[in-house]
């Protein structure tokens, strides 16, 4: 059974730092491309960030870029992603998602779905 679990979500600052992680079992993660999306309150689910699987190339929605680093640990079937200088407007529920390719992860075609982990950055 596939399953991916976000944690790391949480209370910070506006310009505070916040890292997610998302473990994924279930034996796919070492073939599939993963990625971040995030939903805040009223809003459609948006594409944050997405790291291929052969050679961890990453590609990010502009509201993020030079901000948010997506990485991932394959040994510990982990990807994370670090979020630095945060604005208010970062505060959603932040899901992962893992798919066959990063263009399905980057469309929102992902095969499996973490739960969500809440972010909230106050002013």
């Known amino acids: 059974q596939v399953q991916l679990v976000e944690s790391g979500g949480g209370l910070v600052q506006a310009g505070g730092s916040l890292r997610l992680a998302c473990v994924a079992s279930?034996?796919?993660?070492?073939?599939?491309?993963m990625g971040w999306f995030r939903q805040a309150p009223g809003k459609e689910r948006e594409f944050v960030a997405t790291?291929?699987?052969?050679?961890?190339?990453?590609y990010y929605a502009d509201s993020v870029k030079g901000r948010f680093t997506v990485s991932r640990d394959n040994a510990k079937n982990t990807v994370y992603l670090q979020m630095n200088s945060l604005k208010p407007e970062d505060t959603a529920v932040y899901y992962c998602?893992?798919?066959?390719?990063?263009?399905?992860?980057?469309?929102?075609?992902?095969?499996?779905w973490g739960q969500g982990t809440q972010v909230t950055v106050s002013s």
């Open positions: 998602a893992a798919a066959s390719s990063a263009a399905r992860v980057r469309s929102g075609a992902a095969e499996y």
């Open positions: 790291i291929g699987w052969r050679v961890g190339s990453t």
């Open positions: 279930g034996g796919i993660f070492s073939n599939s491309a």
